[in-house]
């Protein structure tokens, strides 16, 4: 497999051949297709910040038999505005959950691991906080995480950082925005218009590195041929809207383009903050199913 360009695009193949691990010929993997997914992603300080304090980063598998047992991991972080070394809080989420997600045994669900290594991040990031400098402060950030594996995504986040899923040309939110204000949205204590025009909107209720022990929300679906991932740091979605994403991911020759298109709207119509993206495109799935607690491959 060989990666492509400075975006990280990358697939993995195969071909289906047989119909049940009960058959001789299930029981060699190779047979099936496995996952196959192409992404990019680009990071941008924006034009009013002086350093970015988002980061970025993922897990490729580089085998067939990783990329059943342990999938594809894209993470994004947005240092914590206000904390100081918001660049340090976001990198090292990142990098404490890739490191967790590599190192994992294989075949662990998603839905648990993730919620586990953004907890193991939080602690990470919490404990270099205090360890850095008693007087200095603690340092935070949000952290968004989308695994996939055979026909499954499994999205966990902490803090106001979004994943969306592009399906048939719509763009819909898999996240909540854990700030104040959307909470209390939730709760019915504001209105729509309440909560987007309060000064404090933007205020994290939530985020990885502020306490010790942190509260992570979590989704899981099924995937299609075709469904777009794309996760994004605010300073990417205060901007722009989610209909313009759709359209960017549709529109675009390639995921490369989309990210640079996504980026320079949001440098137009803001550019106050650093702007992060991650697209992830399905290019093939591996269907599996279960008969009498036996796994078997769909055609």
């Not at 990280?8 to 299930?26: F, N």
């Not at 993922?58 to 947005?78: E, K, Q």
């Not at 592009?166 to 729509?192: F, S």
């Not at 010790?212 to 899981?220: K, P, Q, R």
């Amino acid at each position: 497999m060989a990666l492509d360009n400075e975006f990280g695009r990358q697939r993995i193949g195969g071909v289906m051949k047989s119909r049940s691990l009960s058959d001789k010929a299930d029981k060699n993997p190779d047979s099936h297709p496995v996952l196959d997914v192409e992404f990019a992603q680009l990071s941008d300080t924006g034009r009013v910040r002086e350093h970015n304090e988002d980061h970025v980063g993922h897990f490729l598998p580089t085998t067939p038999a990783l990329v059943r047992t342990h999938g594809f991991l894209f993470v994004l972080a947005d240092g914590v505005g206000g904390h100081e070394k918001g660049e340090i809080a976001s990198q090292t989420a990142v990098e404490c959950m890739l490191a967790g997600f590599r190192n994992a045994s294989g075949h662990d669900p998603h839905s648990s691991l993730l919620p586990h290594l953004i907890k193991e991040a939080n602690l990470a990031v919490f404990e270099g906080g205090g360890a850095a400098d008693r007087n200095s402060g603690s340092m935070a950030t949000t952290v968004v995480a989308c695994a996939l594996r055979f026909d499954h995504a499994s999205i966990a986040h902490v803090g106001d950082s979004r994943c969306y899923l592009i399906r048939d040309g719509q763009a819909t939110l898999l996240t909540h925005d854990h700030t104040v204000a959307n909470e209390q949205l939730r709760m019915g204590l504001l209105g729509a218009n309440e909560a987007a025009n309060l000064s404090t909107s933007h205020v994290l209720s939530r985020s990885v590195g502020s306490e010790m022990l942190i509260n992570v929300e979590t989704a899981d679906i099924q995937i299609f041929v075709g469904d777009v991932f794309v996760l994004c740091s605010d300073g990417l979605h205060n901007s722009v809207e989610a209909s313009d994403i759709a359209n960017a991911a549709a529109q675009s020759a390639t995921l490369d383009i989309a990210a640079r298109t996504l980026v320079t709207i949001a440098n137009q119509r803001d550019g106050t903050d650093n702007i992060s993206v991650q697209l992830v495109r399905v290019r093939s799935v591996e269907r599996i199913g279960t008969y009498r607690g036996r796994p078997y491959w769909l055609r």
